[in-house]
């Protein structure tokens, strides 16, 4: 849930999606699901001569299970905040 | 309070109903069809659907007609921007010219692949992925 | 069992929570490893990190070599901030505390 919550924070921001088959898909973050699943916006595809389908495509869906890392704006990210988070989710999981 | 707004890929992806969209599958191929449903799960249904192959520019057109498909198998979904579509610096071909073509490169990244995984695997200790060899 | 949420490492996830705002060591499927600071985790294993050196591991072909054979090469890759996903995770390791 911390990520899910990390991710919506940065709805509207400029991202970059690297897939597990090396695409990489920079855009406008719309919205994200509990699954991680992303909606970008004003995509631009990295190395488009490679993935020629994609030319004519402005938005898309990504899977969230297909996703290998997200490139995110480090101004729009709070490490501190984030740490502290982090280890307070992971208390509330031993509790449990 | 955040809990109360569902944030399901439902919500997500009713603007893309009824529009004409591109699907990429884990196994590396790309259909083209109008949306008409879909669920939490991704899984989609797409109408009029055709297979599309490209190599470099040249593309080809396999007719496919009505798919379920299954949500994991799916890695991206994307809306054809019509406008665009039309601008596109891609040739449209006959399937007998581009399929052989198509055939070479896919056998010929099959071989590049597993020779690779079997060296990283064997040297530097990475795993070899499953068998579909998609990387997923 | 963790009341006391202070120090020691009772299951897995107590080492990655120790590494927190520590430079670390991941491997990961896809023939790739990284090395930066972890600033968030949860139970995927889905990781944010900033500060990234990736390393590609890319083979390429010896001309005239028998199959099977080929010269390996790091690529390397700087990236600011990342979140990686748990799914491609292979391995973290800690800093050295030497």
Not at chain 2, 6 to 27: A, E, Q, Y
Not at chain 3, 25 to 47: C, E, I, P, S, W
């Amino acid at each position: 849930m911390l990520i899910f919550s990390v991710f919506k924070t940065l709805t509207d921001q400029e991202v970059t999606v690297e897939l597990k088959n090396d695409l990489c898909i920079k855009g406008t973050l719309k919205s994200v699901d509990q699954f991680l699943n992303i909606r970008l916006d004003a995509i631009q595809v990295l190395d488009e001569a490679r993935h020629p389908h994609m030319m004519a495509v402005k938005n898309c869906f990504i899977r969230g299970s297909v996703v290998r890392y997200v490139q995110l704006p480090t101004s729009a990210v709070d490490t501190q905040l984030l740490e502290d988070a982090t280890r307070r989710e992971a208390m509330n999981q031993n509790k449990r | 309070m955040d809990a109360l707004i569902p944030f399901t890929t439902s919500g997500s992806l009713v603007d893309c109903v009824d529009k004409k969209m591109v699907v990429m599958l884990r196994d590396g191929r790309k259909l083209i069809g109008v949306l008409r449903s879909y669920d939490q799960f991704a899984n989609l249904v797409l109408e009029d659907s055709v297979e599309r192959i490209h190599h470099g520019a040249h593309f080809a057109d396999i007719p496919r007609g009505v798919f379920l498909i299954r949500g994991e198998n799916v890695v991206l979904l994307g809306e054809v921007d019509l406008d665009l579509e039309d601008t596109v610096p891609l040739i449209p071909v006959t399937l007998q010219a581009v399929i052989p073509i198509h055939l070479e490169d896919l056998e010929a990244r099959r071989r590049r692949d597993a020779q690779k995984a079997k060296i990283l695997y064997e040297q530097h200790g990475f795993c070899r992925e499953g068998g579909e060899g998609d990387g997923y | 069992m963790a009341d006391v949420p202070s120090q020691g490492v009772q299951e897995p996830f107590d080492l990655i929570r120790l590494s927190l705002s520590e430079r670390v060591f991941v491997k990961l499927r896809g023939d790739r490893q990284l090395t930066g600071v972890l600033h968030a985790y949860d139970g995927h294993m889905n990781l944010i990190m900033s500060d990234v050196e990736e390393t590609i591991m890319i083979v390429e072909p010896v001309e005239g070599a028998p199959e099977g054979e080929g010269i390996v090469r790091a690529v390397k890759r700087n990236l600011d901030m990342l979140f990686v996903r748990g799914d491609g995770v292979i391995l973290v390791s800690p800093p050295s505390r030497t």
